[in-house]
């Protein structure tokens, strides 16, 4: 049974950054596809970004340049770096696995969710 665990969570002034991991347990998430989500309070959940098969990442516009998803192989943990936070990053961030082969970023492709760790952008 696959577990996601994530932390890293908390709270920091607009420019700030935080950097969240999402252990995984029983399955190694090396060659799997692999998303962050996040869900603002009142709002649907949307993608941030994710991890194909491969190891090829891609992002929402409004975090490009800004947040970096990793993969930290000996720990089997997937990381996301987030630089130059603003108040719009605001949420409940989550990390999901998808056993689908397309890997895409549709919340429903998902199979395994962690609980999420909150982050707070103050302006």
């Known amino acids: 049974q696959v577990q996601l665990v994530e932390s890293g969570g908390g709270s920091v002034q607009s420019g700030g950054s935080l950097k969240l991991s999402c252990a995984a347990s029983g399955y190694n998430i090396r060659g799997a596809c692999m998303a962050w989500f996040r869900q603002a309070a009142g709002k649907e959940r949307e993608a941030v970004g994710r991890r194909r098969q491969d190891g090829r990442t891609s992002y929402i516009d409004t975090v490009e340049g800004r947040f970096t998803i990793s993969l930290d192989n000996a720990k089997n943990t997937l990381v996301l770096q987030m630089n130059n936070l603003n108040p719009e990053d605001t949420a409940m961030y989550f990390c999901?696995?998808?056993?689908?082969?397309?890997?895409?970023?549709?919340?429903?492709?998902?199979?395994?969710w962690g609980r999420g760790t909150q982050v707070t952008v103050s302006s």
């Open positions: 999901a696995l998808s056993f689908n082969a397309y890997c895409r970023l549709a919340v429903n492709d998902y199979n395994s």
